[in-house]
DNA sequence: CATAATATCGAACGTTCGTTCGGTATTGTC
DNA sequence: GACAATACCGAACGAACGTTCGATATTATG
């Protein structure tokens, strides 16, 4: 999970030797690892820190010596999985040249994190607007610079092609097929990872590659007003 | 918001007279949608029976004479929305013929009936699984009948068109698409309902329009492997 | 106008909530 | 092995939770 350095409870004191500080962040991951997958039963409401306790097989006192309350724990498991997720799709843009290519590495990075960090990504989904004030914005922060990327991917893709599609509503559309999916994705029944992006790519990709010009309506045909 | 005849708490004693019962199911619309109100700006487990009793404007205990728990009210709130959405889409799909058009009209009322009653649909978006046992089940049932009749608007689509893409992720992705939006869209810059369908019914449709055949993968490009 | 049914309420119930306190084990350092 | 720092815990705190009870207004019906 790479929590590496996250320091959540200590800033007053002199911060303590190396190997005693790599113990303390280890334990502190075991505990967001099962504090994600209880808020991903329970949601984070739902979830009480006695349910946080029993997971985590800590005494409830004892969880505070780590955190100083739920809502950074929440902040910390928002904060991780994002960096974590942003870092990958940098890393794999380094070696992309196409624009084209470079919107499925996007799309194949967020799938492939989204079904091996299933739990993280869906309370980084769910629990989009749960925190308040403080940590809640900087996780809308974060997450303004993941969309920054994206739409900045279909703008390249648009002046490389010279297409013509609402950009703002594509990255939209998109981050909306991506996430939604956490409702209904069943490793039993769906494509992998690699598959399901090449799926969700396929449609999305020649959903916006249309040449450009025209109502942007297929065929003129416009929807019945509702 | 058509609560007719919902009747939350009578089933023991005689039914009351017609103007009666009227009233009452009055009163429990309003509770119902101040309800709404609570929920879509708390979430259903952040939101207290106090918030409720405040937001409506009656006593804590006043409210239980309209239901018999928190759970039901979510419940009613819930099959309402989407027997309401349900209905209103077989209606204006009665007037479509052609396999495209009809899959506009299920976006466009998709996306008018969520953008009319932002909060009672992102309740349903967001809640998706907060009900358990009964009532759990009776809108999982509820929102299967609404998943398989776009599932079969579009395999009507793929058999007119001699299309091949798969049915499942298509509708799932479509979704994705449409229920997303209820975290992003702001009406001050984003727009209304009619263009918002076109543009994503643009998307969507000439996304899963390509030509049969292939590996379903634009130009044979294949992704990295994640 | 009496009377039954409906609508509404203040107060309280028992439970669970997030958090804190004072303390004891456990560990690392010299 | 002494001593300080770290790790952990049982018990409790006050507040908030969903729900219920007993009673009183309000309304509709004969």
Redesign the interface.
Known sequence: MAIAAISAKRSATRLPTGSAARSFDRRLGEILRHATDVFYEK?Y??ASMRDLSRASGMSLAGLYHYFESKEKLLYLIQRTTFRTIIDRVQE?LA??K?P??RV??F???HL?YFLANKKAMSVLS?E???LKNGYGQEIAAIKREYYRICLELLEDLKRAKGLE??A???V??L???????Y??HNPRV??D??A???????????????PAGGT???RG??????
Chains 1, 2 share one sequence.
Do not use: C, Y
């Not at 399901?196 to 249309?210: A, E, H, N, W």
């Not at 045909?221 to 509702?226: E, F, I, L, M, Y």
């Open positions: 949601g409401e739902g794999r070696v992309g196409d084209e290519e499925r590495i799309i194949s990075n492939g769910h989009d607007d749960t599609f609402p703002r509503i594509a939209l559309s981050f909306g097929m991506m996430n939604w999916f409702t209904w769906d494509a990872a690699e399901l992006s090449r799926q969700m790519g396929d449609i999305f990709l020649s959903g916006i590659t249309r942007g309506n297929l045909r416009r929807p019945r007003k509702v």
